[in-house]
């Protein structure tokens, strides 16, 4: 009997969102004629979603219900464009009108933007703060993870410059439901977040001030596992407190999770984290000099290598381990220069572009495929993660 095959995608095909939603067909067809719809769904899993989708409504149906393999979808943290105390009733949103950032879902296959369920109301996510006065040119980080079946949001700061999130929030696309996980043991900002092997990461930081044992720990939480009885796992401390600088993304590849304590074309300090042994190490020098952007990894079920993007020049690059160096798999572009927001998954990179108000998808199995995608009016990008589709509550 074959097998159920995962058929993950990212392209977007462009058709009529609001022929996705419509019901109005009554009748229960067999999904194909002279097949049981047990036997028909094996072989239809085998074909891509996106052409299901453009076929009938009742494959369209197939394709959101929970027995089809599900495909990937993009999702965005986004925050308000800085509508400040005098802008015009035009400039304001009606959605999460008290929460500084919207939480949203595009599908590649209907190629259209949707909202994710309200989280739960504590921790709030309206005491997360963007802009301080303080920070005239900086906006305060947001950090969030994608564990490959979650989205964990996982540390801000309030008004206060305290963390906001004393207990991550967790987001679960196949029952379209949250989680709320337990407490840190040292709620932090500012920190290296990341995942690995299902599990969310988070090392270094501050928490309402600096404390050099806070600097150097790191915690690890297991979302698929949230009960009761769930708890923050310590793991070896960092040699240092030289990571909490700045709001860092620990990217996991190959059983390690790797991070630099600044971004961009600074001279910067990289360690890797081996989680089988659970060590920190020295980053290689190849891999170091060529950390020049946002960082981006697939799921470990692709088994891919990590990309990042240039912030100077666009280039999209990929890492060979066995060699130590970066390799040139898209050429600059100047859209994509300046970027500090990117995520993979499905063999496609996904980067924030034009300040945060679009998102550039860009195939890194074929050079020079890329494609752009509007994010919804008024928002701009703070972080992107590739997850599976959410359940459509409809079916």
């Known amino acids: 009997m074959p097998r159920l095959t995962k058929r993950p995608c990212l392209t977007c095909v462009g058709v009529d969102a609001a022929e996705a939603g419509k019901s109005d067909e009554k009748e229960i067809n067999p999904l194909l004629p002279g097949l049981p719809d047990h ?97 005239i040119s900086r906006s305060l980080p947001i950090q969030s993870v994608a564990t490959g079946t979650h989205l964990v949001l996982l540390s801000g700061s309030t008004v206060h410059l305290s963390p906001a999130l004393p207990r991550p929030l967790a987001f679960h696309p196949i029952s379209c439901r949250w989680i709320v996980g337990p407490l840190l043991c040292h709620p932090r900002r500012w920190c290296a977040a990341g995942s690995a092997a299902g599990a969310v990461y988070i090392a270094s930081g501050v928490g309402a001030s600096y404390r050099p044992d806070v600097a150097r720990s790191a915690e690890r939480w297991d979302p698929s596992c949230c009960s009761a009885s769930s708890r923050w796992e310590s793991i070896a401390p960092l040699r240092d407190g030289r990571f909490s600088r700045e709001a860092i993304n620990a990217v996991s590849a190959r059983r390690k999770l790797c991070m630099v304590n600044v971004q961009g074309k600074a001279v910067k300090e990289g360690v890797v984290y081996d989680i089988e042994k659970d060590v920190w190490e020295d980053m290689p020098q190849g891999m170091l000099t060529g950390w020049t952007g946002p960082v981006a990894a697939p799921p470990p079920a692709e088994q891919g290598d990590m990309y990042v993007v240039d912030e100077v020049s666009g280039e999209v690059r990929a890492y060979k381990w066995e060699e130590d160096r970066w390799q040139v798999v898209a050429e600059a572009t100047e859209a994509r220069k300046g970027s500090v927001v990117a995520a993979v998954g499905g063999g496609r990179m996904c980067v924030a572009v034009a300040g945060g108000g679009a998102v550039e998808v860009v195939d890194v199995t074929r050079p020079g495929k890329t494609w752009s995608v509007e994010v919804p009016k008024g928002r701009r990008v703070i972080a992107l993660h590739v997850l599976p589709r959410m359940k459509d509550e409809k079916l």
């Open 39 to 135: 036997l028909a769904l094996l072989c239809l899993s085998l074909v891509l979603p996106s052409l299901l989708f453009s076929v009938c409504r009742s494959w369209r149906r197939l394709i959101y219900s929970p027995s089809f393999p599900p495909f990937l979808s993009l999702y965005a943290i986004l925050s308000k464009k800085n509508p400040g105390p005098n802008s015009s009733s035009s400039d304001r949103h009606d959605d999460d009108d008290d929460d500084p950032i919207g939480l949203y879902c595009f599908d590649p296959i209907s190629a259209s933007w949707s909202q994710l369920p309200s989280p739960p109301p504590n921790p709030p996510l309206h005491t997360l703060l963007i802009n301080h006065p303080s920070f």
